[in-house]
């Protein structure tokens, strides 16, 4: 795969998960405009404010996840990226544990705990439990996330992906973000695996 499809690729991810939200701002002031019903126009504000606030933790997230936030040698705040991820999940059906201690790790190890952390997430299609706990040496960061629920699953490109075996022409939109996790661990070292059994996914580096 070539940089300029890898990035065609990974702007699609980012519309994707985009689109949902802002879609449902934009239907809301439609209804807004055209309703005359004080309590349809009250939960149609409701959507709108709802569905920004999803928009923007998603832009939140992205940015630092799949962006350049920071500078060469920048690091990043433990705990702030697990509000991060935290308001990527709000209102819906998965419970996030972040159990990490207060730490700065480089740049790129928070962006590689970010992307584990969607994949943990992303094998919780009904829901569950995401529970992430990180090490407290910044000089040698390590995680471990585990998904849990009756549902949950790593489909089989996801894992290929992760372990960097898709071949030329199997990744699209979808398969994009499992592949620049692979990526970031492989620039690493940080010998990110992924091990799944029925009910439990589990994702560490480190």
């Avoid at 569905?51 to 702030?80: H, K, P, V, W």
């Avoid at 994949?119 to 919780?124: E, H, I, Y």
């Amino acid at each position: 795969m070539d940089d300029i499809e890898f990035a065609a690729f990974l702007v699609s991810r980012v519309c994707h998960d985009l689109v949902g939200p802002l879609g449902a701002v934009v239907n809301g002031l439609e209804v807004m405009e055209d309703e005359r019903d004080a309590a349809m126009r009250a939960d149609a504000l409701k959507i709108v404010s709802s569905s920004a606030l999803q928009a923007l933790a998603r832009l939140q997230f992205l940015r630092i996840a799949f962006g350049a936030a920071g500078s060469a040698g920048a690091e990043l705040d433990i705990g702030e990226v697990g509000r991060l991820v935290g308001g990527l999940l709000d209102g819906g059906k998965i419970q996030l544990d972040w159990q990490s201690p207060h730490v700065n790790w480089p740049k790129n190890w928070a962006k590689l705990l970010m992307n584990a952390a969607l994949l943990g997430a992303d094998c919780l299609p009904r829901g569950g439990q995401l529970t992430v706990v990180t090490s407290a040496d910044a000089a040698a960061p390590s995680f471990k996330i585990v998904a849990s629920s009756p549902h949950a699953r790593a489909q089989d490109e996801v894992q290929k992906a992760v372990r960097g075996e898709s071949g030329e022409g199997q990744l699209d939109a979808r398969g994009i973000q499992p592949y620049l996790t692979h990526k970031l661990s492989r620039f690493l070292n940080a010998g990110l695996t992924l091990t799944a059994r029925e009910g439990v996914v589990e994702l560490a580096a480190g």
